[in-house]
């Protein structure tokens, strides 16, 4: 801080200043107020603002939209004859997945053919009329962990 001789003004305000215990007279004189009688308008109702408490404001946000989700190309351009599911070469294998299968679809078989000197056990789904009803059979059975192989004939 600076020392009180470098600044005299403060030392000398707070000596000048009256204290409270001290009267301190008052040497303005005022001058007579004039009161003078105001005619009463009335206002129309509408013309009559009530106060308005202020409002928090609110963050507008926009409603949310759904995201078109791109069309995908069919997986199948041309109708399947079926869609085979597994091949195996032990029976209880095919007959386990059959089993699984008969509960979420309806056309489901299971065949036998050889190749090459090794039987296969073939488990199918058929009766798929359009593309599109072999493609929604594939996705299905994607979706229960199955990848399944288009069949033409």
Do not use: Y
Request: charged share 20%.
């Amino acid at each position: 801080m600076a020392p009180a001789s470098l600044v005299p003004h403060i030392a000398t305000a707070e000596a000048s200043a009256p204290r409270a215990t001290e009267p301190v007279a008052a040497s303005v004189e005022t001058a007579p107020v004039i009161v003078k009688p105001v005619h009463a308008v009335a206002l129309p109702p509408a013309a009559v603002a009530e106060p308005v408490a202020p409002r928090a404001a609110t963050p507008t946000v926009a409603p949310a939209r759904a995201i078109p989700s791109p069309r995908r190309a069919p997986r199948f351009a041309r109708p399947v004859a079926a869609l085979q599911v597994g091949a195996f070469r032990r029976p209880e294998n095919a007959a386990a997945l059959l089993a699984e299968l008969v509960r979420q679809f309806t056309d489901v078989s299971l065949s036998e053919v050889e190749r090459d000197g090794v039987v296969l056990h073939r488990v199918r789904i058929a009766g798929l009329a359009t593309a599109t009803d072999a493609d929604r059979a594939a996705a299905r059975l994607e979706r229960l962990g199955h990848r399944p192989i288009p069949v033409w004939h």
